[in-house]
């Protein structure tokens, strides 16, 4: 089982960044997808999280209207486009796969973002 992040990266407050996550090894189709994402001295907290065919969406209250996650079942990836960024969301980035029914709980190594001027 392998969740691969990219994407992340050194940007401007205001810019924008797109990150995406490979997944490997497991039914990706089956599984939620969420983003987490943990600041230097902070505790790790949900970002986005996706269902398995896309039908619901859901965010941190602090990236609503900035951030949107989608994914494609046929390349097994998990994207995270992030609009308008700001020195606040300055952290290493997560991707994370889960399946409740057989208590499987995937976890990347994570991408870091940086905002700022």
């Known amino acids: 089982v392998q969740l691969v992040e990219s994407g992340g990266g050194l940007v401007q407050p205001g810019g924008s960044l797109r990150l995406s996550c ?3 090894g497991f039914t990706f189709s089956r599984y939620v997808m969420s983003w987490y994402r943990q600041a230097p001295g902070k505790e790790r907290e949900l970002v986005a999280t996706i269902t398995t065919t896309s039908e619901t969406t859901d965010y941190a209250d602090s990236v609503k209207g900035r951030f949107t996650i989608s994914r494609d079942n046929a390349k097994n990836t998990v994207y995270l486009q992030m609009n308008n960024l700001k020195p606040d969301d300055t ?17 990347g190594q994570g991408t870091q973002v940086t905002v700022s001027s």
């Open 22 to 24: 490979e997944a490997t």
């Open 91 to 107: 952290a290493v980035y997560y991707c994370n796969a889960r399946r409740r029914v057989i208590n499987a709980n995937y976890w």
